[in-house]
């Protein structure tokens, strides 16, 4: 752990800049404010399961359920995201997934971390949703998976990177309806055999960075439940609130 005075130090030497848009500000990693202003964090009361916020708490009714997880319940046990997924927040995302822009990570992580760290009080691992093998040579690294580190050294629970794997590649989901994500992606991901043992009776912690309808988490879950996974949490940076 790097003292004060040593960090100090280094944003005497490098003055610390807006992780969007590079102008200086008072500490390292962060946002300006008029930056920072173009986030919608997501607060309580939001969808138990999803995360997509609330406008009020009659709103949100006696069961915290969104309509679409009220009429599908998801098969994870509750989820969060740490923000709306807007056009302030993919300014973060998308470099992270598409463009090797690695700056914005720690802000990204301590979010989830903040609205969501008492999923990890008795989760023995956290998994990432992985990338198909063709994708991960592409991107060079799973933006998930990166996510997954931060939170596992915030938490001290274990990361199983290879835990999951995706056996089947997929076309971009970002057009499709949720039926036909659903359909796609039956059948695209595998629990690795090494690892059934250990994940038997085990709560885990599912990381990706946008959930959508939900299509690819479910597909996780499902198989997690299969081999024996005992109750699952989920984490992401944004939802998309309106599909």
Not at 73 to 89: D, M, Q, S, T
Not at 105 to 133: H, M, Q, R, T
Request: with cysteine; charged share 25%.
């Amino acid at each position: 752990m790097l003292s004060k005075a040593y960090l100090d130090i280094i944003d005497f030497l490098f003055p610390p800049r807006c992780i969007l848009c590079g102008v200086h500000i008072q500490r390292s990693g962060y946002l300006c404010s008029d930056c920072f202003k173009q986030l919608e964090f997501i607060v309580e009361p939001c969808c138990e399961q999803c995360g997509t916020p609330f406008l009020s708490d009659s709103e949100a009714g006696e069961d915290h359920l969104c309509l679409s997880c009220r009429e599908k319940p998801c098969l994870w046990e509750k989820g969060r995201a740490a923000f709306v997924y807007n056009e302030g927040i993919k300014k973060l995302i998308l470099p992270l997934k598409y463009a090797d822009r690695l700056n914005g990570l720690n802000f990204l992580a301590g979010s989830i971390w903040n609205i969501a760290n008492p999923f990890f009080d008795n989760a023995a691992y956290i998994i990432p949703v992985p990338l198909y093998k063709k994708r991960l040579r592409h991107r060079k690294y799973n933006q998930s998976a990166l996510l997954g580190k931060k939170l596992a050294k915030r938490s001290n629970i274990p990361l199983l990177l290879l835990a999951l794997k995706r056996i089947r590649d997929t076309q971009s989901l970002g057009h499709l309806n949720k039926q036909e994500r659903q359909d796609l992606l039956e059948n695209a991901f595998q629990v690795n055999p090494a690892y059934s043992k250990i994940l038997q009776g085990k709560t885990i912690i599912l990381v990706d960075d946008v959930m959508t309808t939900g299509s690819t988490l479910m597909a996780c879950s499902r198989i997690l439940l299969e081999a024996g996974v005992k109750r699952i949490f989920v984490v992401v940076i944004a939802k998309v609130s309106y599909f």
